[in-house]
């Protein structure tokens, strides 16, 4: 049986239009999931986010989905102050790195984001490419 980077890497090698796809789709579901998962596990609702950064309800559940792509960095600033995150913002030449910054083989199927029990914390687990925590993020 054939996992899913296996997949990926064959399917990369007969289209290079869909890695490139591929890569855009992954970038920007990044950010919408990187605002979920930081939001969930300081306990905040999308409206208790919404109210500290001076937005609506419905701006902050448009910057969760993957769809979206009208991000300012404005705004971004202002929920990683909430979130006590630091906003990372680069350009780098494509000529000079090789390989995306993600790869196949860092890309998790969507069951790596899988509910954690409503006892522990009442939201999910992020791991794989997109979240993972530093000692910082766990109190350390």
Not at 56 to 80: C, F, G, H, P, V
């Amino acid at each position: 049986m054939t996992n899913f980077k296996d997949f990926l890497k064959e399917q990369f090698k007969e289209d290079k239009d869909l890695e490139k796809d591929f890569y855009k789709g992954l970038e920007k579901s990044r950010i919408a999931i990187e605002i979920a998962a930081f939001r969930e596990r300081e306990g905040l609702t999308q409206a208790e986010l919404a109210r500290s950064v001076g937005t609506s309800q419905s701006a902050i559940a448009r910057m969760e989905n993957a769809d979206y792509q009208n991000y300012s960095i404005r705004t971004l600033r202002k929920i990683a102050e909430v979130l006590d995150l630091e906003l990372l913002v680069s350009l780098r030449d494509k000529k000079l790195s090789a390989e995306p910054v993600l790869k196949p083989q860092n890309v998790y199927s969507i069951q790596d984001y899988r509910p954690k029990s409503r006892s522990a914390s009442g939201g999910y687990e992020f791991g794989g490419p997109f979240f993972k925590p530093s000692k910082k993020t766990m109190g350390a």
